[in-house]
């Protein structure tokens, strides 16, 4: 059984920093090519990928919004991947999910992130 747990998320204020974990387990990252995501979706708004990671070689890729601001980036040895986010700002107020295709699509249960002063 697939399951995504997201932690690390908050209140911030505006230029701060969080970091948010995604501990996955039903699957190693080592065993063979996962593509790890890491989706955001705001009040009134659809859901959009932040950023992704392929967790045998470490490729990553990101959204224009969150470019030169955000590192995504994993640790085989704990099944886990990161998303570093810094100089937040108000407009990545969102709930942050984890995402894994394993045969299908699976989710964690996402993370509120509120950027506010």
């Known amino acids: 059984q697939v399951q995504l747990v997201e932690s690390g998320g908050g209140l911030v204020q505006p230029g701060g920093s969080l970091r948010l974990s995604c501990a996955a387990s039903g699957f190693t990252f080592s065993r063979s090519i996962y593509v790890m995501r890491w989706y955001r979706q705001a009040p009134g708004k659809e859901r959009e990928l932040v950023a992704f990671i392929i967790t045998n070689h470490g490729n990553t890729g990101y959204a224009d919004s969150v470019k030169g601001r955000f590192t995504i980036s994993r640790d085989a040895a704990k099944n886990t991947v990161y998303l570093q986010m810094n100089s937040l700002k108000p407009e990545d107020t969102a709930v942050y999910y984890c995402?894994?295709?394993?045969?299908?699509?699976?989710w964690g249960q996402g993370i509120q992130v509120t950027v506010s002063s």
């Open positions: 995402n894994a295709f394993v045969s299908t699509d699976y």
